[in-house]
């Protein structure tokens, strides 16, 4: 059964399905011993109940120390946990959310890519097109350059019509 199912998760991450793993790992555990666990004693530890179930199946859970199977008992479900929170908090866990630097950092970048297009663009003295405000966002400084895109293209066609 738990064999099925890692088969299926197979395209999940390996944070998921270890963790979802680890997290079930006490009570599958518990099954497994009270199937085919022995007690000290020989008694099988199905048989058993109460205190008496409990202690033998941290004894064969820890391989014959009860304090190590109580540890693994308590510690697994809590990196099963541990493992599920880092995948919840997906591959750039520890950046914020909004980076002040990142808007800034593009329009950066536009006004770069925007310089190096001016460079191989012909000059032509007689027309000079200038924005009248500044853009306060990437989007508004591309809507002036799609405008200025716009505007040079009208100036080169009245030029070739010979309207100028």
């Given at each position: ?21 680890l997290m ?135 030029k070739q019509?010979?309207?100028?």
């Open positions: 059964m738990a064999l099925g199912y890692l088969i299926r998760c197979q395209n999940m991450d390996s944070n998921l399905v270890a963790g979802s793993a079930a790992s006490p009570a599958v555990l518990k099954a497994t011993a009270s199937t085919i666990g022995l007690a000290k004693t020989g008694t099988a530890i199905g048989a058993l109940n109460g205190a008496a179930q409990a202690n033998a199946t941290a004894a064969w859970v820890g391989l014959g120390s009860m304090n190590l199977g109580m540890f693994l008992m308590g510690t697994l479900p809590v990196v099963g946990g541990l493992l599920i929170l880092n995948w919840l908090s997906g591959p750039d866990h520890g950046s914020p959310i909004l980076d002040p630097y990142e808007d800034a950092w593009k329009e950066y970048e536009a006004l770069y890519e925007l310089e190096e297009l001016k460079k191989k663009v012909e000059k032509d003295p007689d027309h000079t097109v200038r924005t009248k405000n500044r853009a306060s966002s990437l989007g508004q400084l591309e809507s002036q350059f799609q405008a200025l895109e716009v505007e040079h293209d009208l100036y080169l066609l009245k019509i010979g309207m100028m």
